[in-house]
Protein backbone atom coordinates (compact mmCIF):
# COMPACT_ATOMS: atom_id res chain seq x y z
CA UNK A 1 0.00 0.00 0.00
CA UNK A 2 1.43 3.49 -0.79
CA UNK A 3 1.94 5.99 2.33
CA UNK A 4 -0.92 8.58 0.26
CA UNK A 5 -3.04 5.47 0.37
CA UNK A 6 -2.37 4.67 4.16
CA UNK A 7 -2.50 8.72 4.58
CA UNK A 8 -6.35 8.04 2.93
CA UNK A 9 -7.32 4.89 4.85
CA UNK A 10 -6.89 6.42 7.99
CA UNK A 11 -8.97 8.98 8.02
CA UNK A 12 -11.64 8.67 11.21
CA UNK A 13 -10.52 5.38 12.27
CA UNK A 14 -11.50 4.43 15.57
CA UNK A 15 -10.26 2.04 17.09
CA UNK A 16 -11.02 0.56 20.72
CA UNK A 17 -9.02 0.92 24.02
CA UNK A 18 -8.36 -1.76 26.44
CA UNK A 19 -7.29 0.41 29.75
CA UNK A 20 -4.13 -0.93 31.46
CA UNK A 21 -4.55 -3.85 34.28
CA UNK A 22 -2.78 -1.50 36.96
CA UNK A 23 -1.91 -3.36 39.95
CA UNK A 24 -3.44 -6.56 38.72
CA UNK A 25 -0.18 -8.61 37.34
CA UNK A 26 2.84 -9.68 39.15
CA UNK A 27 5.70 -7.93 38.71
CA UNK A 28 8.10 -9.87 36.31
CA UNK A 29 11.06 -9.00 39.10
CA UNK A 30 9.43 -11.29 41.60
CA UNK A 31 12.78 -12.44 43.75
CA UNK A 32 10.91 -15.01 46.03
CA UNK A 33 10.19 -16.86 42.92
CA UNK A 34 14.11 -17.73 42.04
CA UNK A 35 13.56 -17.91 38.33
CA UNK A 36 12.78 -14.61 37.59
CA UNK A 37 15.90 -13.43 38.60
CA UNK A 38 17.59 -14.02 35.39
CA UNK A 39 14.68 -13.77 33.15
CA UNK A 40 13.12 -9.99 33.70
CA UNK A 41 13.72 -7.33 31.65
CA UNK A 42 15.85 -4.83 33.56
CA UNK A 43 15.04 -1.33 31.59
CA UNK A 44 11.85 0.20 31.87
CA UNK A 45 8.97 -0.68 29.46
CA UNK A 46 8.14 1.69 26.59
CA UNK A 47 4.54 2.59 26.16
CA UNK A 48 3.46 1.19 22.81
CA UNK A 49 0.00 2.68 21.92
CA UNK A 50 -3.17 0.33 20.88
CA UNK A 51 -3.30 0.70 17.02
CA UNK A 52 -4.46 -1.99 14.84
CA UNK A 53 -2.18 -4.81 15.46
CA UNK A 54 -2.80 -4.65 19.43
CA UNK A 55 -6.39 -4.68 18.81
CA UNK A 56 -6.85 -6.91 16.59
CA UNK A 57 -5.66 -10.67 17.48
CA UNK A 58 -5.91 -14.21 16.20
CA UNK A 59 -9.40 -15.60 16.49
CA UNK A 60 -8.83 -19.07 16.83
CA UNK A 61 -12.45 -20.34 16.72
CA UNK A 62 -14.15 -23.96 16.79
CA UNK A 63 -12.33 -24.87 13.73
CA UNK A 64 -9.38 -26.14 15.47
CA UNK A 65 -11.21 -27.86 18.58
CA UNK A 66 -13.16 -30.81 19.20
CA UNK A 67 -15.64 -31.61 21.76
CA UNK A 68 -13.37 -34.21 22.90
CA UNK A 69 -10.58 -32.20 23.26
CA UNK A 70 -12.22 -30.77 26.67
CA UNK A 71 -12.43 -34.14 28.16
CA UNK A 72 -8.96 -34.67 29.71
CA UNK A 73 -10.01 -38.45 31.03
CA UNK A 74 -10.86 -39.05 27.66
CA UNK A 75 -8.52 -40.66 24.46
CA UNK A 76 -6.19 -42.82 26.07
CA UNK A 77 -7.03 -46.75 26.99
CA UNK A 78 -8.62 -46.58 29.74
CA UNK A 79 -10.08 -44.00 32.81
CA UNK A 80 -7.47 -42.08 34.72
CA UNK A 81 -6.55 -42.13 38.47
CA UNK A 82 -7.88 -39.71 40.94
CA UNK A 83 -10.57 -37.44 41.48
CA UNK A 84 -12.77 -36.88 38.45
CA UNK A 85 -13.98 -33.07 38.35
CA UNK A 86 -15.81 -30.91 36.17
CA UNK A 87 -14.37 -27.23 35.76
CA UNK A 88 -16.56 -24.64 34.17
CA UNK A 89 -17.48 -20.89 34.11
CA UNK A 90 -17.63 -17.89 32.03
CA UNK A 91 -14.77 -15.91 30.38
CA UNK A 92 -15.43 -11.98 30.53
CA UNK A 93 -14.05 -8.73 30.08
CA UNK A 94 -13.76 -6.35 32.69
CA UNK A 95 -16.48 -4.14 31.75
CA UNK A 96 -19.23 -7.60 32.00
CA UNK A 97 -19.24 -8.75 28.60
CA UNK A 98 -19.11 -11.81 27.90
CA UNK A 99 -16.01 -12.89 25.08
CA UNK A 100 -17.36 -15.60 22.92
CA UNK A 101 -15.88 -17.96 20.74
CA UNK A 102 -12.84 -17.83 21.82
CA UNK A 103 -9.98 -20.39 22.27
CA UNK A 104 -9.19 -22.08 26.09
CA UNK A 105 -5.84 -24.00 26.68
CA UNK A 106 -5.57 -26.02 29.47
CA UNK A 107 -2.63 -27.67 30.55
CA UNK A 108 -1.68 -29.80 34.16
CA UNK A 109 -0.34 -32.89 36.44
CA UNK A 110 -1.72 -35.94 36.88
CA UNK A 111 -3.44 -36.86 40.02
CA UNK A 112 -0.33 -37.58 41.77
CA UNK A 113 1.09 -34.37 40.68
CA UNK A 114 3.47 -35.31 37.92
CA UNK A 115 3.14 -33.87 34.62
CA UNK A 116 3.51 -36.27 31.24
CA UNK A 117 6.76 -34.68 30.79
CA UNK A 118 10.15 -35.30 29.97
CA UNK A 119 11.32 -32.84 32.54
CA UNK A 120 9.39 -33.51 35.18
CA UNK A 121 11.72 -35.59 37.70
CA UNK A 122 9.52 -35.52 40.57
CA UNK A 123 9.11 -39.48 42.14
CA UNK A 124 5.65 -39.70 41.85
CA UNK A 125 3.87 -42.14 39.19
CA UNK A 126 2.97 -41.56 35.61
CA UNK A 127 -0.37 -42.43 34.61
CA UNK A 128 -0.70 -44.08 31.56
CA UNK A 129 -4.39 -42.96 31.03
CA UNK A 130 -3.69 -39.05 31.49
CA UNK A 131 -1.73 -37.17 29.07
CA UNK A 132 -3.23 -33.71 30.63
CA UNK A 133 -3.72 -31.08 27.75
CA UNK A 134 -6.93 -30.16 26.65
CA UNK A 135 -8.40 -27.40 24.59
CA UNK A 136 -12.36 -25.63 24.40
CA UNK A 137 -13.50 -22.89 22.52
CA UNK A 138 -16.19 -20.64 24.62
CA UNK A 139 -20.14 -20.30 23.62
CA UNK A 140 -21.71 -17.25 22.71
CA UNK A 141 -22.02 -16.52 26.15
CA UNK A 142 -18.52 -17.13 27.10
CA UNK A 143 -19.15 -20.28 28.94
CA UNK A 144 -16.28 -22.80 28.89
CA UNK A 145 -16.70 -26.55 30.42
CA UNK A 146 -14.07 -29.06 30.96
CA UNK A 147 -13.93 -32.86 32.21
CA UNK A 148 -10.51 -33.51 33.95
CA UNK A 149 -9.02 -35.03 37.50
CA UNK A 150 -7.83 -33.15 40.15
CA UNK A 151 -4.35 -32.23 39.93
CA UNK A 152 -2.10 -33.15 42.81
CA UNK A 153 0.30 -30.61 44.28
CA UNK A 154 3.96 -31.78 43.87
CA UNK A 155 7.53 -30.11 45.00
CA UNK A 156 9.66 -27.73 42.87
CA UNK A 157 13.08 -26.64 43.68
CA UNK A 158 12.62 -22.86 44.18
CA UNK A 159 13.36 -23.03 47.78
CA UNK A 160 13.92 -26.02 50.58
CA UNK A 161 10.63 -28.05 50.70
CA UNK A 162 8.57 -25.90 48.09
CA UNK A 163 5.31 -27.17 47.04
CA UNK A 164 3.34 -26.11 44.25
CA UNK A 165 -0.54 -25.74 45.39
CA UNK A 166 -2.76 -27.81 43.16
CA UNK A 167 -3.56 -26.22 39.82
CA UNK A 168 -4.20 -25.77 36.36
CA UNK A 169 -2.83 -23.69 33.50
CA UNK A 170 -4.81 -22.08 31.89
CA UNK A 171 -4.42 -19.66 28.51
CA UNK A 172 -6.66 -17.40 26.61
CA UNK A 173 -6.93 -15.25 23.68
CA UNK A 174 -9.76 -13.16 24.09
CA UNK A 175 -10.68 -11.07 20.74
CA UNK A 176 -7.32 -8.89 21.01
CA UNK A 177 -3.50 -8.90 21.45
CA UNK A 178 -4.07 -6.68 24.48
CA UNK A 179 -6.39 -9.79 26.34
CA UNK A 180 -4.13 -12.73 25.93
CA UNK A 181 -3.64 -14.24 29.14
CA UNK A 182 -1.98 -17.24 30.75
CA UNK A 183 -2.22 -17.68 34.18
CA UNK A 184 -3.41 -20.69 36.72
CA UNK A 185 -6.58 -21.75 38.42
CA UNK A 186 -6.49 -23.28 41.98
CA UNK A 187 -8.52 -25.22 44.48
CA UNK A 188 -10.60 -23.50 47.30
CA UNK A 189 -9.08 -24.30 50.96
CA UNK A 190 -5.57 -25.23 49.73
CA UNK A 191 -3.00 -25.42 52.72
CA UNK A 192 -0.46 -24.20 49.82
CA UNK A 193 -1.29 -21.05 48.95
CA UNK A 194 0.28 -18.74 51.82
CA UNK A 195 3.88 -20.62 51.13
CA UNK A 196 3.70 -20.05 47.16
CA UNK A 197 5.70 -17.91 45.88
CA UNK A 198 4.22 -17.65 42.07
CA UNK A 199 0.43 -17.25 44.23
CA UNK A 200 1.96 -14.51 46.19
CA UNK A 201 3.61 -12.47 43.76
CA UNK A 202 0.95 -11.20 42.73
CA UNK A 203 0.69 -7.86 44.90
CA UNK A 204 -2.89 -7.43 45.31
CA UNK A 205 -4.44 -10.12 47.77
CA UNK A 206 -8.25 -9.74 46.41
CA UNK A 207 -6.06 -10.50 43.27
CA UNK A 208 -4.90 -13.22 44.49
CA UNK A 209 -8.53 -14.93 45.16
CA UNK A 210 -9.59 -14.32 41.94
CA UNK A 211 -7.44 -17.22 40.99
CA UNK A 212 -9.31 -19.58 42.96
CA UNK A 213 -11.93 -21.93 41.94
CA UNK A 214 -15.44 -22.37 44.05
CA UNK A 215 -16.64 -25.97 44.64
CA UNK A 216 -20.03 -25.84 43.11
CA UNK A 217 -22.55 -28.17 44.04
CA UNK A 218 -25.27 -27.32 41.21
CA UNK A 219 -22.09 -27.94 38.77
CA UNK A 220 -21.52 -31.08 40.55
CA UNK A 221 -22.60 -34.31 38.54
CA UNK A 222 -24.74 -36.90 41.28
CA UNK A 223 -22.61 -40.34 41.20
CA UNK A 224 -19.48 -38.64 38.65
CA UNK A 225 -17.61 -35.74 39.16
CA UNK A 226 -16.80 -33.00 41.58
CA UNK A 227 -17.69 -29.58 39.82
CA UNK A 228 -15.73 -26.49 40.15
CA UNK A 229 -16.80 -22.43 38.61
CA UNK A 230 -13.86 -20.25 38.35
CA UNK A 231 -14.86 -16.90 35.87
CA UNK A 232 -11.77 -15.73 34.08
CA UNK A 233 -11.95 -11.50 33.74
CA UNK A 234 -9.81 -9.89 30.51
CA UNK A 235 -9.38 -6.50 30.17
CA UNK A 236 -12.68 -5.01 28.90
CA UNK A 237 -12.39 -2.21 25.89
CA UNK A 238 -14.16 1.50 25.03
CA UNK A 239 -14.38 2.95 21.59
CA UNK A 240 -12.32 5.85 21.44
CA UNK A 241 -12.47 8.14 18.33
CA UNK A 242 -9.46 10.00 16.66
CA UNK A 243 -10.42 13.35 15.62
CA UNK A 244 -9.00 13.59 12.11
CA UNK A 245 -7.51 16.88 11.59
CA UNK A 246 -8.97 19.14 8.72
CA UNK A 247 -6.97 18.66 4.80
CA UNK A 248 -4.87 15.47 6.40
CA UNK B 1 -5.80 -0.59 41.79
CA UNK B 2 -8.26 1.78 39.18
CA UNK B 3 -11.91 0.74 38.50
CA UNK B 4 -10.41 -0.26 34.69
CA UNK B 5 -8.72 -2.79 36.57
CA UNK B 6 -11.39 -4.19 38.80
CA UNK B 7 -11.85 -7.94 38.78
CA UNK B 8 -9.40 -8.57 35.97
CA UNK B 9 -7.65 -12.25 36.40
CA UNK B 10 -4.19 -12.03 37.56
CA UNK B 11 -0.70 -13.67 35.37
CA UNK B 12 0.83 -16.45 36.46
CA UNK B 13 3.96 -18.39 34.22
CA UNK B 14 3.36 -20.89 31.92
CA UNK B 15 5.83 -22.94 33.79
CA UNK B 16 8.50 -25.54 32.58
CA UNK B 17 5.62 -28.08 30.75
CA UNK B 18 4.24 -25.33 28.70
CA UNK B 19 4.69 -27.67 25.91
CA UNK B 20 1.77 -30.15 27.12
CA UNK B 21 -0.59 -27.65 25.97
CA UNK B 22 0.43 -24.95 23.49
CA UNK B 23 2.54 -26.35 21.04
CA UNK B 24 1.01 -27.27 17.46
CA UNK B 25 2.73 -28.85 15.02
CA UNK B 26 1.49 -26.14 12.30
CA UNK B 27 2.14 -23.27 15.06
CA UNK B 28 4.92 -21.79 13.58
CA UNK B 29 3.64 -21.71 10.02
CA UNK B 30 1.64 -18.36 9.49
CA UNK B 31 1.61 -19.20 6.15
CA UNK B 32 2.05 -22.92 4.19
CA UNK B 33 5.87 -22.85 3.91
CA UNK B 34 5.60 -23.28 -0.14
CA UNK B 35 3.70 -19.89 -0.28
CA UNK B 36 4.97 -17.32 -2.59
CA UNK B 37 7.02 -15.19 -0.67
CA UNK B 38 7.36 -16.78 2.54
CA UNK B 39 9.96 -15.76 4.73
CA UNK B 40 11.59 -17.39 7.84
CA UNK B 41 12.25 -15.16 11.04
CA UNK B 42 14.13 -17.24 13.43
CA UNK B 43 16.42 -16.46 16.32
CA UNK B 44 16.53 -17.32 20.36
CA UNK B 45 15.44 -16.14 23.45
CA UNK B 46 18.52 -15.69 26.05
CA UNK B 47 18.47 -14.95 30.00
CA UNK B 48 20.49 -12.11 31.71
CA UNK B 49 23.41 -14.61 32.04
CA UNK B 50 23.63 -14.82 28.20
CA UNK B 51 22.02 -18.84 28.18
CA UNK B 52 19.57 -19.75 26.33
CA UNK B 53 16.24 -21.06 27.41
CA UNK B 54 15.04 -23.99 26.51
CA UNK B 55 11.40 -23.85 27.73
CA UNK B 56 9.91 -20.43 26.23
CA UNK B 57 6.81 -19.98 23.75
CA UNK B 58 7.10 -17.29 21.38
CA UNK B 59 4.20 -15.81 19.45
CA UNK B 60 3.33 -13.27 16.78
CA UNK B 61 0.63 -11.28 15.56
CA UNK B 62 0.93 -9.51 12.63
CA UNK B 63 -1.12 -8.00 9.15
CA UNK B 64 -1.42 -9.33 5.79
CA UNK B 65 0.73 -8.23 3.02
CA UNK B 66 -1.76 -5.72 2.07
CA UNK B 67 -1.77 -4.05 5.49
CA UNK B 68 -5.22 -5.58 6.47
CA UNK B 69 -6.82 -7.35 9.45
CA UNK B 70 -9.08 -10.51 9.26
CA UNK B 71 -10.80 -8.79 12.56
CA UNK B 72 -14.09 -7.39 13.32
CA UNK B 73 -12.70 -4.70 15.35
CA UNK B 74 -10.26 -3.23 12.36
CA UNK B 75 -12.21 0.00 11.56
CA UNK B 76 -11.65 -0.33 7.83
CA UNK B 77 -13.40 -3.79 7.99
CA UNK B 78 -12.38 -7.37 8.04
CA UNK B 79 -10.52 -8.11 5.37
CA UNK B 80 -10.27 -11.99 4.47
CA UNK B 81 -6.48 -12.26 3.32
CA UNK B 82 -5.33 -12.65 -0.66
CA UNK B 83 -3.03 -15.47 0.60
CA UNK B 84 -4.39 -18.88 1.14
CA UNK B 85 -3.79 -20.20 4.53
CA UNK B 86 -2.34 -16.72 6.07
CA UNK B 87 -3.42 -16.60 9.39
CA UNK B 88 -1.24 -14.10 11.18
CA UNK B 89 -0.80 -15.88 13.77
CA UNK B 90 2.70 -17.78 14.42
CA UNK B 91 3.42 -20.01 18.03
CA UNK B 92 6.87 -21.42 18.21
CA UNK B 93 8.17 -23.05 21.74
CA UNK B 94 11.92 -22.91 21.98
CA UNK B 95 13.98 -25.83 21.32
CA UNK B 96 16.83 -27.43 23.91
CA UNK B 97 18.97 -24.49 21.97
CA UNK B 98 16.55 -21.95 22.66
CA UNK B 99 15.93 -21.26 19.31
CA UNK B 100 12.37 -20.12 18.47
CA UNK B 101 11.28 -20.05 13.93
CA UNK B 102 7.99 -18.67 11.98
CA UNK B 103 7.00 -19.33 8.60
CA UNK B 104 5.24 -15.86 7.18
CA UNK B 105 5.21 -12.93 5.17
CA UNK B 106 5.63 -9.49 4.92
CA UNK B 107 3.09 -7.50 6.86
CA UNK B 108 2.26 -4.40 5.51
CA UNK B 109 3.17 -1.11 6.81
CA UNK B 110 -0.59 0.42 9.00
CA UNK B 111 -1.87 3.59 8.98
CA UNK B 112 -2.41 5.26 12.61
CA UNK B 113 -5.21 7.33 13.68
CA UNK B 114 -3.34 10.44 13.98
CA UNK B 115 -2.12 10.54 10.18
CA UNK B 116 1.58 8.40 10.71
CA UNK B 117 2.51 5.27 9.20
CA UNK B 118 3.77 2.05 11.39
CA UNK B 119 6.21 0.41 9.71
CA UNK B 120 6.03 -3.32 8.68
CA UNK B 121 6.08 -4.84 11.83
CA UNK B 122 5.12 -8.20 13.77
CA UNK B 123 3.82 -8.01 17.61
CA UNK B 124 5.53 -10.43 19.62
CA UNK B 125 4.69 -12.11 23.10
CA UNK B 126 7.53 -14.38 24.71
CA UNK B 127 6.02 -16.72 27.83
CA UNK B 128 8.71 -18.91 29.44
CA UNK B 129 9.25 -20.47 33.21
CA UNK B 130 10.41 -17.61 35.42
CA UNK B 131 8.17 -15.20 33.68
CA UNK B 132 5.16 -14.66 35.90
CA UNK B 133 3.30 -12.54 32.84
CA UNK B 134 4.58 -12.21 29.86
CA UNK B 135 7.16 -9.56 27.89
CA UNK B 136 5.64 -7.47 24.57
CA UNK B 137 7.83 -6.78 21.68
CA UNK B 138 7.95 -6.07 17.80
CA UNK B 139 9.96 -7.26 14.99
CA UNK B 140 10.38 -4.82 12.35
CA UNK B 141 12.88 -5.54 9.47
CA UNK B 142 16.18 -4.21 8.56
CA UNK B 143 15.60 -3.77 4.93
CA UNK B 144 12.97 -1.14 5.41
CA UNK B 145 15.18 1.69 6.52
CA UNK B 146 12.97 4.73 5.14
CA UNK B 147 9.94 3.34 6.96
CA UNK B 148 11.60 2.35 9.95
CA UNK B 149 13.06 5.79 9.93
CA UNK B 150 9.08 7.17 10.22
CA UNK B 151 7.54 4.44 12.61
CA UNK B 152 6.22 6.20 15.63
CA UNK B 153 6.91 3.37 17.70
CA UNK B 154 10.51 2.57 16.89
CA UNK B 155 10.96 6.65 17.20
CA UNK B 156 9.34 6.61 20.91
CA UNK B 157 12.07 4.11 22.16
CA UNK B 158 13.84 6.48 23.99
CA UNK B 159 17.27 5.75 23.96
CA UNK B 160 17.81 5.39 20.16
CA UNK B 161 20.96 2.73 20.26
CA UNK B 162 18.15 0.37 21.46
CA UNK B 163 15.76 0.48 18.64
CA UNK B 164 18.19 -1.85 17.22
CA UNK B 165 16.91 -4.60 19.36
CA UNK B 166 13.97 -4.46 17.45
CA UNK B 167 14.93 -5.08 13.89
CA UNK B 168 15.76 -8.53 12.36
CA UNK B 169 18.01 -8.83 10.37
CA UNK B 170 18.58 -9.91 7.02
CA UNK B 171 20.47 -13.38 6.84
CA UNK B 172 22.78 -14.07 3.68
CA UNK B 173 21.25 -16.25 0.79
CA UNK B 174 22.24 -19.89 1.17
CA UNK B 175 22.67 -20.44 -2.48
CA UNK B 176 20.65 -23.54 -2.26
CA UNK B 177 18.09 -24.04 -5.00
CA UNK B 178 14.37 -23.64 -2.75
CA UNK B 179 15.86 -21.58 -0.22
CA UNK B 180 13.83 -18.91 1.61
CA UNK B 181 14.91 -15.34 2.72
CA UNK B 182 15.62 -15.63 6.35
CA UNK B 183 15.97 -12.89 9.17
CA UNK B 184 17.33 -13.62 12.36
CA UNK B 185 15.98 -11.72 15.77
CA UNK B 186 17.35 -12.55 19.14
CA UNK B 187 15.39 -12.07 22.00
CA UNK B 188 17.51 -11.14 25.30
CA UNK B 189 15.23 -10.76 28.25
CA UNK B 190 17.61 -9.24 30.63
CA UNK B 191 21.36 -7.70 30.48
CA UNK B 192 23.63 -6.20 27.90
CA UNK B 193 21.70 -5.20 24.44
CA UNK B 194 18.30 -6.23 26.22
CA UNK B 195 15.77 -6.40 23.53
CA UNK B 196 13.30 -3.40 23.91
CA UNK B 197 9.72 -4.56 25.95
CA UNK B 198 6.70 -2.69 25.82
CA UNK B 199 3.89 -1.75 28.03
CA UNK B 200 0.56 -2.17 26.03
Known amino acids: MTASNLSAANRGLVLPHYPPAVGVHPPLDSPAYASSRLRHPKQPLVPLPQRLTEITGPLLGPERVTAADADLTAGHAGEPLGERIVVTGRVLDSDGRPVPDALIEIWQANASGRYAHAVDDHPAPLDPNFTGGGRCVTDSLGRYRFVTIKPGPYPWGNHYNAWRPAHIHFSLFGRAFTQRLITQMFFPGDPLFSLDPIFNSIPDPAARQRLISSFDIDTTVPEWALGYTWDIVLRGRTATFFEQPEGR | ?200
Open chain 2, 1 to 200: MSSAAAGITPSQTVGPFLALGLPWPHGPFVVPAETPGALEISGVVLDGAGHPLPDALVETWQADPDSRFDHPDDPRGAARPAVAGFRGFGRSATDGEGRYQIITLRPGALPTPDGAIEAPHLDVSVFARGMLDRVVTRIYFDDETDANAADPVLQSVPDATRRATLIATAEADTGEPGDIVRFRFDIRLQGGNETVFFDV
